[in-house]
């Protein structure tokens, strides 16, 4: 499975952007998808996950109420709405799709359950 991301750029605090990962696979609907994220010098940290129906979300405290994710399964595309965005959110951000058997609304937060990573789109915000 190969996972493109794009729609990242430079946006001044309090804007917004969307991402986007197209994913290769001939059954998108199979994997749990995930955003996650790395700032300079610091780990890479979830942000946001959505389950294979896109019936089930979760988020990093620090970005719920702000960002959106959301899957389009018959495009094989997730998303991430960025809304209210600050300098902190400013990070290569990553895709990921984990194809884990398990309930249809089943979401993970841990990086280790990913088997497939797209090649990150930058997104810098600025004060």
């Known amino acids: 499975v190969q996972l493109q991301a794009s729609g990242g750029g430079l946006v001044q605090a309090g804007g917004s952007l969307r991402l986007s990962c197209v994913a290769s696979a001939r059954t998108f609907s199979n994997y749990v998808m995930g955003w996650f994220r790395q700032a300079p010098g610091k780990e890479r940290e979830f942000a946001a996950a959505?389950?294979?129906?896109?019936?089930?979300?979760s988020y990093v405290d620090s970005v719920e109420g702000r960002f959106t994710i959301s899957r389009d399964n018959a495009k094989n595309t997730v998303y991430l709405q960025m809304n209210s965005l600050k300098p902190e959110d400013t990070a290569v951000y990553y895709c990921?799709?984990?194809?884990?058997?398990?309930?249809?609304?089943?979401?993970?937060?841990?990086?280790?359950?990913?088997?497939?990573w797209g090649q990150g789109t930058q997104v810098t915000v600025s004060s």
């Open positions: 990921a799709a984990d194809r884990t058997v398990g309930s249809i609304e089943r979401v993970s937060r841990t990086s280790r359950t990913y088997d497939y």
């Open positions: 959505i389950s294979r129906s896109g019936g089930r979300t």
